[in-house]
Structure formats: C-alpha cells, structure tokens
C-alpha cells in the first residue's frame, strides 16, 4: 500500500502531572496506545490517538492527537493500519517531548519516554522497552 497523507496538525487533548514521592525510583513504568478514527463528516480526515501513561516517581497522562488527510485510495483496514504505523512516526516525538519539557518543570530530572517502533508493534525490543501490553497493531502501538 502506497501511504499518501499530509500530516494537518496535532494538539494535546489532555494532560495530567502529578509528583507521586520525593524518593526517585529507578525507571518509570511507559505504557503506550495508539488508535484511528475516520472522520464523519470529511472522510479523507481521519485522528490518531496516542496515549501515554507513565508511573514512577510521578503520574504522567498525555492524550495526544493528529490529523492527517488521506490523499490515496480509501481501503478500509489497510488505510487506518497505514495511518496508525506512519502517522505514529510523526506523532510519537511530539507527546515525546511534551512529556520530557513538563517533567524537567518539576526542578527534578526529565522523564525520557523510550522510542517506540510502530513498524513491529507486536514485539518488545529494546528500541520499544518501557510498552509492555501488546494486542493487535491496529488498535495499540
């Protein structure tokens, strides 16, 4: 499949922080989602969800979203499973950094989510460590 979109724009929808302990625990715990919806109204458009839930010595909620327009043929399935793995790629640095720039806020050190690998989304490697729950690619990273 041909993946053909332009990315429009993304915005945070949710945001929670939370200091949880003064004492720093080795790593955080990352769990990460990812999910597609079309559009009702344009659909050409659709949104990327990525959440990501980080707990260790503080409670991290980001809802992230993004907005791509499909410029190819519509094929249902395989257009929401291209959208999820490369707009994943696209989107991901985002809640990345947003998450790294509110944590270092705190006066303590910032929390560096792990990268991901939306291309093998069923495996853990070290380049996903941190995403420990796995189901099917076409609704979770």
């Not at 945001?15 to 302990?21: A, G, R, S, T």
């Not at 989107?91 to 690998?117: E, W």
């Not at 291309?119 to 460590?129: G, R």
């Amino acid at each position: 499949m041909n993946a053909s979109f332009d990315f429009l724009k993304y915005t945070i929808n949710k945001m929670e922080y939370n200091v949880l302990q003064e004492e720093k625990k080795a790593a955080a715990d990352v769990h990460t989602n990812a999910s597609v919806q079309q559009n009702l109204e344009d659909p050409s458009v659709f949104r990327l969800t990525i959440t990501v839930c980080a707990e260790g010595d503080r409670h991290i909620f980001l809802e992230v979203f993004g907005f791509f327009k499909w410029r190819g043929e519509y094929i249902q399935g395989e257009t929401e499973t291209a959208i999820l793995t490369f707009g994943t790629t696209i989107l991901y640095p985002y809640a990345r950094s947003a998450i790294s720039s509110i944590s270092i806020m705190d006066g303590g050190d910032p929390l560096i989510i792990p990268t991901i690998n939306p291309f093998n989304a069923e495996k853990t490697t070290e380049e996903s460590a941190g995403i420990e729950d796995h189901i099917p690619a076409e609704s979770h990273i």
